[in-house]
């Protein structure tokens, strides 16, 4: 084989050697399957964010996708009052309960624990953005086995275009920050964070037992 061809061969499988080693691990979803969770308790989220609205904000959204991912969610409003009916209104608190305590309570298969970790709009130099990233795990309330955890984001720049003008994007920035500071564009994004967390999807969320998909 001609010197310069074997150089060649020999850059383009390191090449793809090194993109493989670059891949995503899949998720190992042993304990998941043999819990095989049909009902889930979410518990209020730990808001490591400045923004005071980010707890109720990704609660509120954060049943949808986990029903339509084929789970049954026990109604957010009902497990809120029966933690405040019995003094606990702090997530930090709520979140380190005893999972046999939990279980005998609710009945829920499986617990959702999320904590927040950025909410809110910011204002960086030349740009404006609102973002909401969430981690979340989901425990087995019967063995304490960890059967899911994962992280997602989302930001109100994701689909916005590019503006080369310096004096444009300092002006864009600020009217940016204002609006979806004005908007509460934080819940909005927070949707879209619960939404790409809580779905089923490839090393996320299996889809549950009451899922057409599954």
């Not at 939404?195 to 969320?205: M, Q």
């Amino acid at each position: 084989m001609h010197l310069k061809t074997l150089s060649s061969t020999i850059l383009l499988t390191a090449f793809l050697t090194g993109c493989a080693t670059q891949e995503v691990q899949p998720y190992d979803y042993t304990e998941y399957k043999k819990s095989n969770p049909t009902s889930i308790l979410i518990m209020p989220p730990i808001n490591d964010s400045v923004d005071v609205n980010a707890s109720n904000s990704v609660l509120a959204q954060s049943t949808f996708p986990l029903a339509e991912s084929g789970y049954y969610v026990l109604p957010v409003a009902l497990t809120q009052e029966t933690f405040q009916n019995n003094g606990l209104t702090e997530p930090q608190e709520i979140q380190s309960l005893p999972i046999q305590k939990l279980y005998e309570i609710f009945g829920a298969d499986a617990g959702l624990y999320i904590k927040i970790t950025d909410y809110g709009t910011k204002y960086i130099v030349i740009s404006s953005q609102t973002i909401v990233t969430a981690e979340a795990r989901l425990v087995d309330l019967k063995t304490g086995a960890l059967l899911w955890q994962g992280k997602a984001t989302a930001s109100s720049q994701e689909q916005k275009g590019t503006n080369t003008s310096l004096v444009g994007m300092l002006v864009s920035a600020v009217v940016d920050q204002i609006v979806d500071t004005a908007s509460e564009r934080g819940h909005q994004i927070a949707g879209i964070t619960t939404f790409r967390l809580l779905t089923a999807k490839p090393n996320g969320i299996l889809h549950g037992p009451l899922s057409q998909l599954k």
